[in-house]
Nanobody
Framework: QVQLVESGGGLVQAGDSLRLSCAAS????????MAWFRHAPGKERDFVAGINWSGAWEYYAPSVKGRFTISKDSAKNTLYLQMNSLKAEDTAVYYC????????????????WGQGTQVTVSS
C-alpha cells in the first residue's frame, strides 16, 4: 500500500522560511516523478514543483521559482520542499504526489497523493 505523509507545515510570517517533507512508502516502482502541489481556498490545486527519479528533470511554477527548492533523498524515500521568502499568497494546503508513468506538471496524471499539510503565511 502506497503512503505519502507530509509534514513541516505551519504558521509563519512573510519573509520566513519553511521546509516541507514527504515520506513515501510502499511504492512498487523505482522510477517515478514526485511533485508538490498546493490548494488555496477558492482556487484549483496547482503544481508547485516537481522532480523525476534521476533528478534530471526539475521544474517550478513561475510563482515560486527562485524562492522554493525541491529535493529528494532516495535512500530515505523522502521528498522535500524548501520554501524561502514566503509570501501571503503562498498560503495553502500543500500536497505531495507521485506519478509512476509520466513526467509532467499536470495534476490529473499523478497517481498517489498525501493528505496535505497546511502552510499559512501572515503578512
Amino acid at each position: 500500500q502506497v503512503q505519502l505523509v507530509e509534514s513541516g507545515g505551519g504558521l509563519v510570517q512573510a519573509g520566513d522560511s519553511l521546509r516541507l517533507s514527504c515520506a513515501a512508502s510502499g511504492l512498487p516502482y523505482t522510477t517515478y516523478t514526485m511533485a508538490w502541489f498546493r490548494h488555496a481556498p477558492g482556487k484549483e490545486r496547482d503544481f508547485v514543483a516537481g522532480i523525476n527519479w534521476s533528478g534530471a528533470w526539475e521544474y517550478y511554477a513561475p510563482s515560486v521559482k527562485g524562492r522554493f527548492t525541491i529535493s529528494k533523498d532516495s535512500a530515505k524515500n523522502t521528498l522535500y520542499l524548501q520554501m524561502n521568502s514566503l509570501k501571503a499568497e503562498d498560503t495553502a494546503v500543500y500536497y505531495c504526489a507521485v506519478d509512476i508513468q509520466t513526467t509532467t506538471t499536470a495534476r490529473f496524471a499523478y497517481d498517489y497523493w498525501g493528505q496535505g499539510t497546511q502552510v499559512t503565511v501572515s503578512s
